[in-house]
């Protein structure tokens, strides 16, 4: 029997494995956890005492050992467009943003999986103010559950959240296990019951946890590409270095094969004045992306302070969409939403201590939309 402690277990980042195996510590049967997560996810319950075909010494157990603690509500703002965006105080004093984008038949929930992060992508100001800490399960699935809790559900829709996607602030695969719990309970039938080609995980391509991850879930893949080269990613997402294009198109190809994502993965690529965006670029994002099932997703830069780059002109942007488009590739372009309240892509702030204690810093995150596929002429 576990000793009781002064810090009491946060259940809410819990999946339903973890709980069975903490409930059969105790002595309890594994329907004890479906139950738990029931209550937490479906029914939005905090309350030990209000879940009521739990047995009462269990509640009791429950009340003294552990908890269902969730972020706090620092901020909410929505926009004129419905984008709403929270700003959410976590027990430490940091902050952390998630943000609900609607659109016609769905609503993408952004998410975070870190405060800040490490891997110092040249074009991304998150990464360039530092990083703190990755987040717990808890905190990662507590963003789920209060968007699901505040949000009307519209109309002929059970919920407003139809979809949820790990790309917010950090690298998801940098804090494999806490996401991949929290994967689970957005998959899971008796906790949010989303489809996994619902939940996308976005990464800058850690291919040793990538090639991991079709072990322990099935989710929708997005990877940060960003560049067609070696030479070029190598400036702008400093992780290519470890792992080069070659490495992480074959991890992907594994992903697909291994989940059997008939949708396969969908290919983010920042487009910056002068840099990414010409047309020998495209041939060459054509030619690497060769045989991996997918679409492209172009995402015009979004300047902030101090970024050494610029937006590409909308005759470049829309010149490099239909190479691509032409060559066979299903290519989108995000647009814009929430930027009146600092919500479109790269403008999200919310205030984060980086390791260093350098005082408080504006942190920015994508948290956009794609556009619906434009088909080639």
């Known amino acids: 029997m576990a000793a009781e402690t002064s810090t009491p277990l ?6 339903r494995s973890q709980l069975t195996e903490l409930l059969a510590q105790w002595g309890e049967p ?43 509500i620092a901020l909410e703002k929505a926009s004129g467009d419905g984008t709403v965006k929270w700003v959410l105080r976590l027990a430490d004093g940091n902050a952390i943003e998630t943000v609900f984008i609607p659109e016609s038949g769905r609503g993408t929930l952004c998410i975070s999986s870190q405060v800040g992060c490490a891997l110092d992508c040249t074009f991304c100001s998150t990464a360039q103010q530092g990083f703190n800490r990755n987040l717990t399960a808890a905190e990662i699935i507590g963003q789920v559950w209060l968007a699901m809790q505040r949000l009307p559900a519209p109309e002929g829709r059970p919920r407003a959240v139809s979809n949820v996607v790990l790309m917010g602030m950090g690298e998801p695969l940098a804090n494999y296990d806490a996401v991949v719990a929290a994967c689970q309970l957005m998959t899971d039938d008796n906790a949010y019951g989303l489809s996994r080609r619902r939940v996308t995980l976005s990464t800058s391509g850690l291919v040793p946890a990538l090639d991991r991850l079709s072990e322990d ?31 992480l198109m074959e ?3 594994r992903y697909v094969e291994a989940t059997g994502a008939h949708s396969g993965v969908t290919f983010e690529y920042v487009l910056l004045a002068g840099v990414n965006d010409r047309p020998e670029h495209a041939n060459q994002l054509a030619g690497v992306l060769r045989g991996i099932p997918g679409k492209i997703n172009l995402i015009p830069f979004n300047p902030f302070p101090g970024a050494p780059f610029d937006r590409p002109a909308e005759a470049d942007i829309e010149r490099f969409e239909r190479q691509l488009q032409k060559a066979g590739y299903v290519t989108t372009v995000r647009r814009t939403r929430g930027d009146d309240i600092d919500a479109a892509c790269g403008q999200l702030v919310g205030q984060v201590e980086d390791r260093t204690n350098r005082g408080m810093r504006m942190i920015r995150l994508h948290a956009e939309l794609p556009e619906r596929p434009r088909r080639a002429s």
């Open 30 to 72: 594994r329907f004890r956890a479906t139950q738990l997560v029931k209550w937490m996810h479906q029914r939005g319950v905090t309350d030990f005492d209000a879940m009521t075909d739990v047995s009462r010494k269990l509640r009791e157990r429950l009340s003294r050992e552990t908890e269902v603690a969730l972020p706090e």
């Open 217 to 247: 879930t099935d989710v929708a893949l997005a990877v940060s590409l960003h560049a067609p080269n070696d030479a070029l990613r190598d400036r702008l997402v400093p992780i290519n270095r470890k792992y080069p294009i070659a490495r």
């Open 251 to 253: 991890s992907c190809r």
């Open 10 to 15: 946060n259940l809410l980042g819990y999946s």
